[in-house]
């Protein structure tokens, strides 16, 4: 059994639909359970609505505290404790939860989650990875929004990260690692791109240069890095 | 009459689409003369095809050096002195033509432009604008590819010249200038988006913030501004 940490506040459509979404998980997958973290007496309406009786597989875990989307981050990540983000982030540090998910502010899941769980050791900065799923393949791509103004050295460090999750999430052999850039040539994009471009080629990664956005889609690296900034851009 | 010189040598498709290009333009418009700078023996075999008797308002400057797409823009400008994306500019240069077109070598095109042409008093870098038609506006997005790592600086300028650009080439009074990031916050983006969105708070040009890339197609600005790095990488 996985027991998942479903954030019942976040989103732009709020718990209706976080609520609606755990009961999708529940249903198709009798392997889950899901802990939802809210508002008790809100969560309990929206669950009425499709599990009259409740669900074996479905929790609820009261707070009544909740992160706005336009909120500050690590301000409010700091001043409400009792936020679901908080609570839910504490439950994966102490085990009690195999994972959390949150649709709410991405800063504060960040900001959280490094506050809470703390970073991998010699990683510098957190990434947000998400995996676009083309016909026959999966291609992971970070950082899609966590960091802005990197340095090499991160981009690096995500490369490093994205390759083990294809490797041992995705189970991808020798993940092809793609540089998001303005052109295939080395010399090509900005001081970023090409500083990155030479740390990647010296690294013990299956490199394959730079990839052009375009390209993606023609399945040409298991994994693309970028800057944080320009992909949400777009 | 306006007259235009035509790269005819440039793009990827070659001679064949850009002399039928200008077989279309004084076809579509009576007030346009087209100069095909390029080989003359390629450019009238191509002409032939659509003119057979030529045309009175389409004329070939033959020469016979051209700019590959893959070479270096600036030791090409360099050394092939007798390219056609040189000779078109040198006709703008001596005024013997109005404007010069090319689909070829873009970095190339730059590297000439300013070598021939020169830049505008005070400004850093050129730019390459693009006009975005919507139902009913005109939307100048600059820079889309000119430059990469990009200054404060050179966005402020770009915003200014892209104002000058609405006003007197669209005809719109008090053009709407916006800045391209990832959330309409000021404190939203990256050091370089920071930086300009105080510079352009405090310029006398009518700034109206940041804009979202979804939200330029919903009439937000009549300018966008950005690095040129962010644009062609999509």
């Known amino acids: 059994m996985i027991t998942i940490a479903l954030d019942a506040m976040g989103g732009d459509f709020g718990p209706g639909m976080t609520v609606k979404g755990a009961t999708l998980a529940v249903k198709e997958n009798d392997q889950i359970k899901v802990i ?3 508002r008790k007496e ?5 669950l009425n609505l499709i ?3 409740g669900h074996p597989r479905i929790e609820i875990l ?3 505290e909740e992160i706005l989307m336009d909120e500050s981050p690590i301000l409010s990540v700091r001043r409400k404790k009792k936020a679901s983000i908080n609570i839910g982030l504490k439950l994966v540090k102490e085990k009690t939860v195999d994972a959390f998910v949150s649709a709410g502010n991405t800063g504060a899941v960040m900001a959280a989650a490094v506050l809470i769980l ?3 050791p010699n ?3 957190p990434a947000i990875a998400t995996v676009l799923t083309l ?3 999966q291609i992971v791509v970070l950082d899609i929004g ?3 103004d990197c340095k090499p050295s991160y981009l690096m460090e995500f490369a490093i990260m994205g390759d083990y999750f294809a490797q041992y999430v995705l189970g991808i052999e020798k993940p092809r690692v793609g540089l998001l850039n303005i052109g295939e040539e080395s010399e090509k994009g900005n001081s970023l791109t090409r500083a990155t471009y030479d740390l990647l080629k010296d690294s013990k990664l299956n490199f394959v240069g730079n990839v052009e956005s375009k390209d993606i889609l023609f399945n040409k690296a298991d994994i693309i890095i970028c800057d944080g900034f320009i992909v949400i851009c777009y």
Chains 1, 2 share one sequence.
């Open 62 to 64: 009261h707070t009544d």
């Open 146 to 148: 966590s960091n802005v």
């Open 42 to 46: 809100i969560i309990e309406k929206e």
């Open 123 to 125: 990683i510098e900065r």
């Open 36 to 38: 939802l973290v809210g």
């Open 118 to 120: 703390g970073k991998i």
């Open 135 to 137: 016909d026959k393949s």
């Open 51 to 53: 599990f009259p009786k």
